[in-house]
């Protein structure tokens, strides 16, 4: 058991790792969708980590236009652009992004309670 | 335990076809290995799960029996079952007449065992003997989160440490995960309780902690949650206690947040 231990970190570098996790998008890939309260019963939908090759405008073009909702476009200085939604669109965002074939199933990542 | 599963098991039954149609079709097709109702009885058995296969393998097989004896009580072998069926064919309720029923269905015929019975038979003994090996994993039953709300605008977390400990982590990780979750801040008070930004209803926080335990605790290879969480390296590994394996487990980052509420004029 010890020497595995000893093994796994050498087997796959922390910090290239981490570094590659900063550069936006991912080793893993995943999509994360979070959901975040505002005051009274108004909530915020960001998207993060969604390819850089998609224009993030279009898509959020798209998104404001199905579910009826306002959003913007948010420049993180870590994570990179960021889609905003007004509303809990959690459910929306997912169906969407799969229906649209952005995004497979599996690597969306619904956040929030 | 028996009733509501018999009577559950009633109305999946009864809601392909008319019952009443059923009694007149069904004629004395009964101990025939090959009887498309074992086939509807097998089905049956599989959708269940493990804990509570063997009741309802047997009040499936009842089941069975009763259909013929709801035509004509014709048969000896179902006869002393019959009788006792009879009386409650009338009202809806079977599951008692089902509990008077002999232990194993094949009593009586001299028909072959089927699979499904002697497995549940084995099963009944196992339990029966020794529980432990029976399969059914006890359960480690967390209690619902309980929440409190501070004013209008803070929910109080109350048994965020009973929960900690009955998990075996530390309430640092916990409330990390709670909170990049939740998408707020909150801290831990005097009592060690955990107040959280926000209005949130116990059902959210039992949703995150579900979502925790599966990420956090509970070992992939056998399900068990005795596992350790240890950093080495900046990495979390999770080693299970019970079969010794080991894997790495994503740390907890809370992506991005967007600032809400209002923004002054320094920032």
């Given at each position: 058991m010890s020497e595995l231990e000893h093994q796994v970190p050498s087997a796959f570098d922390p910090f290239a790792d981490a570094s590659a996790d900063d550069?936006?998008?991912?080793?893993?890939e995943y999509v994360h969708v979070r959901v975040q309260q505002r005051n009274g019963r108004k909530s915020l939908t960001t998207v993060q980590g969604?390819?850089?090759?998609?224009?993030y405008n279009k898509i959020l073009k798209d998104l404001k236009k199905e579910f009826c909702c306002n959003g913007t476009v948010v420049q993180d200085p870590e994570l990179g652009q960021v889609i905003q939604l007004q509303g809990d669109q959690r459910k929306n965002v997912s169906t969407f992004l799969v229906q649209a074939g952005i995004v497979k199933k599996e690597h969306i990542k619904l956040h929030g309670f | 335990m028996g009733d509501d599963h018999d009577l559950k098991e009633e109305g999946g039954e009864i809601v392909p076809f008319d019952p009443s149609k059923k009694k007149k079709k069904?004629?004395?097709?009964?101990?025939?290995?090959?009887?498309?109702s074992v086939e509807k009885l097998a089905e049956k058995t599989e959708t269940l799960?493990?804990?509570?296969g063997l009741e309802s393998t047997f009040s499936g097989l009842k089941k069975k029996k009763k259909k013929p004896v709801e035509s004509s009580?014709?048969?000896?072998?179902v006869g002393e079952a019959g009788e006792e069926l009879e009386d409650h064919i009338?009202?809806?309720?079977?599951g008692e007449g089902i509990?008077?029923?002999?232990?194993?269905?094949?009593?009586?015929s001299d028909r072959d065992y089927e699979y499904e019975e002697l497995l549940g038979r084995v099963f009944n003994i196992l339990r029966e003997n020794?529980?432990?090996?029976?399969?059914?994993r006890r359960r480690t039953v967390m209690r619902p989160p309980q929440v409190l709300r501070e004013g209008t605008k803070k929910t109080v977390f109350v048994n965020f440490m009973d929960l900690c400990k009955t998990m075996h982590r530390q309430p640092d990780h916990v409330m990390a995960f709670l909170l990049a979750e939740l998408g707020t801040s909150g801290s831990l008070d005097g009592q060690q309780r955990l107040v959280v930004k926000g209005r949130f209803a116990p059902k959210n926080f039992e949703g995150i902690l579900r979502r925790y335990v599966n990420e956090y605790?509970?070992?992939?290879?056998?399900?068990?949650?005795?596992t350790i969480l240890s950093k080495e390296n900046r990495l979390f590994f999770l080693r299970c206690e019970k079969c010794g394996s080991g894997r790495s487990v994503a740390p907890i980052k809370a992506g991005f947040v967007a600032r809400v509420g209002r923004r002054n004029a320094g920032t």
């Open positions: 550069s936006g998008a991912g080793a893993k969604l390819k850089k090759e998609y224009s | 069904k004629k004395v097709v009964i101990q025939d290995p090959a009887d498309d799960s493990v804990s509570e009580i014709l048969t000896d072998e009338g009202d809806d309720e079977e509990d008077l029923h002999p232990r194993y269905p094949w009593e009586g020794n529980p432990e090996l029976a399969g059914d605790v509970i070992c992939i290879g056998c399900k068990s949650p005795d």
